[in-house]
Nanobody
Protein backbone atom coordinates (compact mmCIF):
# COMPACT_ATOMS: atom_id res chain seq x y z
CA UNK A 1 0.00 0.00 0.00
CA UNK A 2 1.40 3.36 -1.04
CA UNK A 3 1.59 6.00 1.66
CA UNK A 4 2.64 9.63 1.30
CA UNK A 5 3.17 11.75 4.41
CA UNK A 6 3.76 15.48 4.06
CA UNK A 7 5.43 17.65 6.68
CA UNK A 8 6.97 21.09 7.03
CA UNK A 9 3.95 23.34 6.66
CA UNK A 10 3.22 26.22 8.98
CA UNK A 11 2.79 29.95 9.36
CA UNK A 12 5.34 32.22 7.72
CA UNK A 13 5.55 35.95 7.03
CA UNK A 14 5.49 37.29 3.47
CA UNK A 15 8.95 37.02 1.95
CA UNK A 16 9.83 34.08 4.15
CA UNK A 17 10.77 30.51 3.30
CA UNK A 18 9.55 27.01 4.06
CA UNK A 19 10.61 23.54 2.99
CA UNK A 20 8.00 20.83 2.60
CA UNK A 21 8.86 17.14 2.70
CA UNK A 22 6.92 14.10 1.52
CA UNK A 23 7.97 10.69 2.79
CA UNK A 24 6.86 7.82 0.54
CA UNK A 25 6.48 4.14 1.31
CA UNK A 26 5.00 1.08 -0.37
CA UNK A 27 6.19 2.00 -3.84
CA UNK A 28 9.32 1.97 -5.97
CA UNK A 29 9.86 5.66 -5.42
CA UNK A 30 12.60 6.15 -8.00
CA UNK A 31 10.33 5.00 -10.84
CA UNK A 32 7.49 7.39 -10.08
CA UNK A 33 6.80 10.89 -11.24
CA UNK A 34 6.22 13.01 -8.14
CA UNK A 35 4.52 16.32 -7.68
CA UNK A 36 3.26 19.02 -5.37
CA UNK A 37 -0.23 20.43 -5.73
CA UNK A 38 -2.09 22.98 -3.62
CA UNK A 39 -5.66 23.92 -2.86
CA UNK A 40 -6.72 27.25 -1.43
CA UNK A 41 -10.13 27.73 0.20
CA UNK A 42 -12.87 27.95 -2.41
CA UNK A 43 -10.50 27.08 -5.25
CA UNK A 44 -9.66 23.98 -7.25
CA UNK A 45 -6.54 21.96 -6.57
CA UNK A 46 -3.74 23.17 -8.83
CA UNK A 47 -0.33 21.98 -9.90
CA UNK A 48 2.63 23.60 -8.18
CA UNK A 49 5.58 21.55 -9.46
CA UNK A 50 6.37 18.10 -10.76
CA UNK A 51 9.55 16.07 -11.14
CA UNK A 52 9.95 13.03 -13.35
CA UNK A 53 11.71 9.83 -12.42
CA UNK A 54 14.66 11.17 -14.40
CA UNK A 55 14.71 14.49 -12.58
CA UNK A 56 13.06 16.72 -15.17
CA UNK A 57 11.09 19.48 -13.47
CA UNK A 58 8.13 21.67 -14.38
CA UNK A 59 6.67 24.57 -12.42
CA UNK A 60 3.50 26.57 -12.44
CA UNK A 61 4.10 30.09 -13.72
CA UNK A 62 3.03 31.52 -10.37
CA UNK A 63 5.91 29.81 -8.51
CA UNK A 64 8.61 29.72 -11.20
CA UNK A 65 11.84 31.14 -9.82
CA UNK A 66 10.66 31.02 -6.20
CA UNK A 67 10.01 27.31 -5.57
CA UNK A 68 12.31 24.34 -6.16
CA UNK A 69 11.18 20.73 -6.30
CA UNK A 70 13.69 17.96 -5.65
CA UNK A 71 13.79 14.29 -4.76
CA UNK A 72 16.07 11.97 -2.80
CA UNK A 73 15.48 8.50 -4.18
CA UNK A 74 17.66 6.87 -1.54
CA UNK A 75 15.50 8.37 1.22
CA UNK A 76 12.17 7.95 -0.65
CA UNK A 77 11.54 11.64 -0.03
CA UNK A 78 10.23 14.51 -2.12
CA UNK A 79 10.94 18.14 -1.23
CA UNK A 80 9.58 21.57 -2.08
CA UNK A 81 11.77 24.53 -1.17
CA UNK A 82 9.60 27.64 -1.12
CA UNK A 83 11.21 31.09 -1.06
CA UNK A 84 9.84 34.62 -1.29
CA UNK A 85 6.47 33.40 -0.12
CA UNK A 86 3.40 35.52 -0.82
CA UNK A 87 -0.03 35.59 0.84
CA UNK A 88 -1.48 34.04 -2.32
CA UNK A 89 0.67 30.95 -1.70
CA UNK A 90 -1.55 30.16 1.28
CA UNK A 91 -3.10 26.74 0.73
CA UNK A 92 -3.06 23.10 1.70
CA UNK A 93 -0.14 21.50 -0.13
CA UNK A 94 -0.46 17.90 -1.30
CA UNK A 95 2.15 15.40 -2.40
CA UNK A 96 1.34 13.21 -5.40
CA UNK A 97 2.88 10.01 -6.69
CA UNK A 98 2.13 8.75 -10.20
CA UNK A 99 3.58 5.45 -11.38
CA UNK A 100 2.80 2.01 -12.71
CA UNK A 101 1.08 1.10 -9.44
CA UNK A 102 -1.32 4.01 -9.63
CA UNK A 103 -1.86 7.61 -8.59
CA UNK A 104 -1.72 8.50 -4.89
CA UNK A 105 -2.12 11.56 -2.68
CA UNK A 106 -0.90 12.51 0.75
CA UNK A 107 -3.14 14.01 3.41
CA UNK A 108 -1.84 17.54 2.88
CA UNK A 109 -0.01 20.12 4.96
CA UNK A 110 -1.21 23.67 5.59
CA UNK A 111 0.93 26.61 4.51
CA UNK A 112 -0.20 30.04 5.67
CA UNK A 113 1.60 33.20 4.55
CA UNK A 114 0.53 36.14 6.65
CA UNK A 115 1.94 39.02 8.65
Amino acid sequence: QVQLVESGGGLVQPGGSLTLSCAASGTIFSRNAMGWFRQAPGKQRELVAIISSGGTTHYANSVQGRFTISRDNARYTLYLQMNSLKPEDTAVYYCNSNGNNGNYWGQGTQVTVSS
